[in-house]
């Protein structure tokens, strides 16, 4: 059974280490090692992690008292994090968070989401309506013109409109 619920300061610690896993494990046979640690280089959590994470919408999947996975979005509409635990990857869970964080989403009166999604992402957020926003290309402090066509988090994706429930 999968619990979805609002981020609390104590899950700050499982949040990273889903972060981590499904960077280095999950996205492994999409991104080469290098790529891999040059999004993560450090798996240590910093120390804010958890209150930037508790000053944003987010929430998380808990299965068996354990978290499997979460995403995150800032009020402005961005879609920070959307990450599960390698072994939960295929199996629904993303779907999930991502209607309940719609859900949230909506109820603030958010009307749009962007996202600078990974080459791994594009599918899911494709399938899920989103469509590619050039526009949103240079935000929170991202500049793919400079970065390689093949780096990992410099595809600009947009939701908009919401979709209504």
């Keep these: 059974m999968t619990l979805i619920r609002r981020f609390r300061l104590e899950d700050a610690a499982a949040t990273r280490e889903v972060f981590v896993q499904a960077v280095r494990i999950g996205a492994a046979g999409r991104y080469s090692e290098a790529e891999r640690l040059d999004w993560v280089p450090d798996p240590a959590m910093p120390e804010d992690w958890g209150p930037w994470l508790e000053g944003h919408v987010t929430l998380v999947a808990e299965e068996a008292g354990r978290i499997a996975g979460f995403f995150m979005v800032e009020r402005d509409g961005y879609l920070n994090m959307a990450f599960v635990r390698p072994d939960r990857m295929g199996r629904g869970l993303a779907d999930r968070l991502y209607s309940a964080l719609l859900d949230e989403v909506r ?7 962007h996202v600078l999604a990974s080459r791994y ?3 899911f957020f494709r399938r899920h309506g989103w469509q590619p926003a050039p ?3 240079g935000m929170n402090g991202c500049d793919p013109r400079q970065a390689p066509q093949d780096n990992p988090v410099n595809r600009p994706m947009k939701l908009d409109p919401v979709p209504a429930a």
């Design 107 to 113: 109820a603030l009166g958010i009307p749009r989401l």
């Design 135 to 137: 526009e949103f290309a």
């Design 121 to 123: 992402a594009q599918g």
